[in-house]
Each structure stands twice: as C-alpha cells, then as structure tokens.
C-alpha cells in the first residue's frame, strides 16, 4: 500500500515541479524510511532500495513528459538489470533523497544511476546505496525495445549518448556475461 501512496504522491507533484530534460537533469525525490520500510535488521530493507528507484525512473519520464508517448504507444518499462553497492545502512525515520540520472544509452536501452544521499548531523552528505540499472521501453506490438531515437524524437530531445565510465562498462560488460550464462 506504501507504493502506491509514494506514487500517487509523485503524480501530484509532479504538476508543481519542473520539467526535466532527461539527457542532462538529475531527479531529486526526498524520502523518510518509515516502519513498513524495515526488515529484521531494523534498517530498511534491500528490496525497498530497488522499489524506491522505480519511482526515481517514474519521476524521470513524467518529469521529462515522456509518459505521453508512453501510454499514447502502449509501450512498457523493463529493467534488464541492476547492481547496487550498500555503503551505510538507512535507519528508522532516517530523511534521504534519491538522485536519478541517465549517465548513457545504446540504440534501445538506457544506463541510468540511482544515489541513496542521506546527511550527517553536520550537513555533510553519506552515500548510502549507488546502483547502475540498464532498461528500456518495450513495444508489445512491435514485439521489441523502442529505439533510443524514436524515444528522444517524441519529447524532441536531440542528443548524442554520452560516453560511458569504465565502472559503466564493467556494469554493461558484467552483465552481457550474465545473459550468455543464463
């Protein structure tokens, strides 16, 4: 139930926030870890991170209008994959943003990055997760992803992907390792 209060909280506010051109803007969603967040460690568990990024993509495409042409086409977001890296818990009632960005693109897919940003009592920022997803918008009909270039015509974005980082590739080259084993 917690999801779909956080989503319909994001719709509504998405009226009142800035758009976001999704080749170079950040989303900045804030968040509290709440009780219903918890596992039996009592920080907030690893499947919340990975359902909170959710909403940081859903931000991006309705921010950046990219939900038009979504729902106009039909089209679907899938994650193809993910890696995340934990470096300090999330406590109870504990106050974070999660920033989300596109850092590259192939022909059908996008690398995007999800930061989990808490602060010290001084200010100071704590990274507690980074993860890498790769995804795209699947086409049902057409039976494929959509190309990056259709995606980026239909909110007339023109862009050329950005290099990607060496821990980029590793994440892109990991991952193509996992699909030939599977």
């Not at 930061?115 to 790769?134: E, F, M, T, W, Y």
Request: net charge positive; proline share 5%; hydrophobic share 45%.
């Amino acid at each position: 139930m917690n999801l779909w209060l956080r989503i319909l909280h994001l719709i509504i506010a998405s009226f009142v926030r800035p758009k976001l051109n999704p080749v170079r803007d950040v989303s900045r969603l804030t968040f509290r870890v709440w009780p219903h967040d918890l596992d039996t460690s009592l920080h907030m568990n690893n499947g919340r991170y990975w359902t909170l990024m959710d909403l940081g993509r859903t931000d991006l495409m309705i921010r950046s209008g990219l939900w038009r042409p979504i729902l106009k086409h039909g089209w679907v977001p899938v994650v193809a994959a993910g890696q995340i890296r934990f470096r300090r818990e999330l406590k109870p009632f504990r106050a974070f943003t999660m920033e989300t960005r596109i850092l590259t693109w192939s022909d059908s897919h996008v690398v995007m990055e999800h930061r989990l940003v808490s602060r010290n009592k001084d200010g100071s920022p704590i990274l507690n997760a980074i993860a890498l997803v790769r995804a795209g918008l699947y086409d049902r009909k057409e039976r494929r992803f959509v190309a990056m270039e259709r995606l980026l015509g239909e909110i007339s974005v023109q862009a050329e992907a950005p290099v990607a980082a060496p821990e980029v590739e590793a994440f892109l080259t990991a991952e193509e390792t996992l699909k030939s084993a599977a």
